[in-house]
């Protein structure tokens, strides 16, 4: 049996194979990993079943005798979009690195507990969310809009950003590299939509390199409602694999994004999500407090909304919710106001759903 770490030899890695040949999706490969390398018992009753949902990992529930369960990930070279899409698969270790990091900034409770990661299969495991818990996308598409969700979500990302800045010299050196940023953000959101979108292409051109050139503080990358899932009222901070020390804009534009996409889809509902999205703004205003990057920083906030709407409709990842005449118009929406962009939140909400 192998120590922690450690794996079998009968599981490492094979030339030219990212994960080694060890595949946690396939029947049986995950239970005879956690027994090889001392994770679990040999005679430990366990239960493994596939967790729908990401396109960049594997990701496995195991379920144990005395009713713990873990949630294992394993990075992906190529994602499963329709698209090629490639990301080093060792991205899962600047997660484990990021929900370390965010465990010992943040109250307790707002990320899952981490537990263990493997280089050799680039997979790292974390306690499994208590349930009852609900995922807010799912939410946000299918109940009323629940106004206290939204403060919370403005009060965690600006909490974020602030003990980002508050600890940049203790940051791990790891997060300085925003080469997997580069290639799961800007070249999938940016640098793909400006090919796809010619009209757009020197508005995105300058925001890539604006954004390549600041290093204000901890970005979390991913920050949306897809990533949030909410447990007796709480809001809980999932998939940590694109932070990074850099434009705390980004997470602003790309959570925005989300919200106004959803209240372009919903129609019904749009008036709410408007409220809301004013309401995350604020409160996100509240919780991050007086620091030095401000200058500039709405405006920035607006440029990077614009961005991330336009290329959840032309680049790489799509918003599978949206239709085909509804990808258009929030395109030519996006389009009409890069004219004469609106300078801040507060104008951009109301002028983007006016447009579509």
């Known amino acids: 049996m192998c120590r922690q770490?450690?794996?079998?030899?009968?599981?490492?890695?094979?030339?030219?194979?990212?994960?080694?040949?060890?595949?946690?999706?396939?029947?049986?490969?995950?239970?005879a990993y956690?027994?090889?390398?001392?994770?679990?018992?040999?005679?430990?009753?366990?239960?493994?079943?596939?967790?729908?949902?990401?396109?960049?990992?594997?990701?496995m529930l195991v379920d144990l005798a005395g009713g713990e369960k873990w949630v294992v990930k394993q990075g992906l070279a190529k994602l499963r979009v329709a698209?090629?899409?490639?990301?080093?698969?060792?991205?899962?270790?600047?997660?484990?690195?990021?929900?370390?990091?965010?465990?010992?900034?943040?109250?307790?409770?707002?990320?899952?507990?981490?537990?263990?990661?493997?280089?050799?299969?680039?997979?790292?495991?974390?306690?499994?969310?208590?349930?009852p818990h609900d995922?807010?996308?799912?939410?946000?598409?299918?109940?009323?809009?629940d106004s206290q969700h939204f403060r919370q979500f403005g009060e965690m990302l600006g909490l974020i950003h602030r003990r980002g800045y508050e600890q940049r010299v203790d940051l791990p050196q790891e997060l300085h590299?925003?080469?997997?940023f580069e290639s799961l953000r800007l070249e999938p959101y940016y640098a793909f939509t400006s090919q796809q979108v010619p009209e757009a292409a020197a508005f995105l051109g300058g925001l890539l390199d604006r954004?390549?050139?600041r290093h204000d503080t901890f970005v979390h990358g991913d920050f949306s409602p897809k990533n949030i899932l909410v447990h007796h009222g709480r809001l809980i901070l999932l998939d940590h694999e694109v932070a990074h020390v850099g434009d705390p804009a980004f997470d602003i534009g790309f959570s925005l994004t989300h919200l106004l996409s959803k209240a372009h889809h919903r129609v019904d509902r749009r008036a709410g999500f408007a409220r809301a999205a004013n309401q995350y703004w604020i409160a996100y205003r509240q919780s991050l407090g007086v620091v030095?990057?401000?200058?500039?920083?709405?405006?920035?906030?607006?440029?990077?909304?614009l961005g991330c709407l336009l290329a959840r409709v032309a680049g790489r990842s799509p918003v599978e919710y949206l239709q085909e005449a509804n990808r258009s118009r929030q395109q030519q929406a996006v389009l009409g106001l890069l004219l004469k962009p609106p300078r801040t939140i507060a104008e951009l909400i109301p002028a983007f759903l006016q447009r579509v």
Do not use: Y
């Open 83 to 131: 698209v090629d899409w490639f990301s080093d698969p060792v991205r899962v270790h600047r997660e484990a690195l990021a929900m370390q990091w965010l465990s010992r900034s943040l109250p307790h409770g707002i990320v899952p507990t981490f537990l263990f990661e493997d280089r050799a299969h680039h997979l790292l495991a974390m306690q499994f969310v208590p349930e």
């Open 211 to 213: 954004t390549r050139a």
């Open 135 to 145: 995922n807010w996308k799912t939410l946000l598409l299918s109940r009323p809009v």
């Open 34 to 59: 956690l027994r090889s390398t001392g994770r679990v018992s040999p005679h430990e009753p366990l239960a493994v079943r596939r967790l729908a949902g990401g396109v960049s990992n594997r990701t």
């Open 177 to 180: 590299d925003q080469s997997l």
């Open 5 to 31: 770490n450690e794996p079998d030899p009968g599981l490492c890695s094979s030339p030219g194979n990212d994960s080694g040949q060890l595949d946690i999706e396939q029947p049986g490969h995950l239970e």
């Open 292 to 305: 030095p990057w401000q200058v500039g920083f709405e405006d920035r906030a607006v440029q990077h909304t």
